[in-house]
């Protein structure tokens, strides 16, 4: 008996059936009787009927769905992947955060990354010049560069960065250097908490 899948095309709110094989010629007159047509592109049959006739017909022999395997994202020798968040901390009198995000791999070890402005969602005040500010970080998307950058001269493509951890192992917890006095630490949630202050 040659097995067979049932769909449903949601845009038409039509049937689709797949065969593995060619099923019999009864099988390919009964579908015709219930209206059934041939899709010679798609190599499926389509038309409107409920499943438990398309059933009746076919013997019951129904395969389980084909799930498609989702490919793994790329990742390089430390994890980071492209829409990966990094975040640094800086200043003397004040301190500001900057947030960084990887447009591109380069290589095993190397990075694009551009500066952005993820969503701030919530603010708790420490003084009247300072606060615990909490950034949501989607990784899914690549966020708009900023405007303006203190660190990255290419905020369209993206300057290139080398990867490095201070970790026994080297890899784990990868950092950038982005200046002299600082450098941009692997986000690894969802969201971000930091301190920042400022002056008037």
């Known amino acids: 008996m040659t097995a067979y899948t049932i769909t449903n095309n949601a845009a038409f709110g039509s049937k689709e059936i797949t065969f593995d094989g060619i099923p019999s010629k ?4 009964a579908l015709k009787a219930l ?23 076919c013997g019951g022999n129904v395969e389980a769905p084909k799930v498609e395997e989702k490919k793994a994202e790329p990742v390089n020798k430390y994890g980071v992947k492209v829409g990966d968040y990094f975040s640094m901390s800086w200043g003397y009198e004040q301190t500001n955060v900057d947030f960084f995000q990887v447009v591109a791999l380069v290589g ?11 969503e701030m969602i919530a ?13 949501r970080l989607d990784t899914s998307k690549i966020c708009p560069p900023a405007p303006h950058s203190v660190f990255i001269k290419d905020q369209e493509k ?5 990867l490095k951890s201070y970790m026994a192992d080297g890899i784990s917890n990868p950092q950038i250097t982005m ?8 986000c690894s949630g969802e969201t971000e908490k930091c301190y920042e202050s400022w002056y008037y």
């Open 158 to 162: 993206g300057d290139l960065k080398r």
């Open 108 to 118: 095993t070890s190397s990075v694009r990354i551009r500066e952005v402005y993820p």
């Open 35 to 57: 209206k059934f047509k041939w899709h010679g592109i798609k190599k499926l049959w389509y038309g409107y009927a409920e499943e438990s006739e398309l059933k009746k017909i």
């Open 123 to 135: 603010e708790d005040a420490v003084s009247g010049m300072s606060a615990d500010r909490t950034y």
């Open 26 to 29: 009864e099988i390919r007159e």
């Open 179 to 186: 200046t002299s006095y600082a450098d941009a630490h692997y």
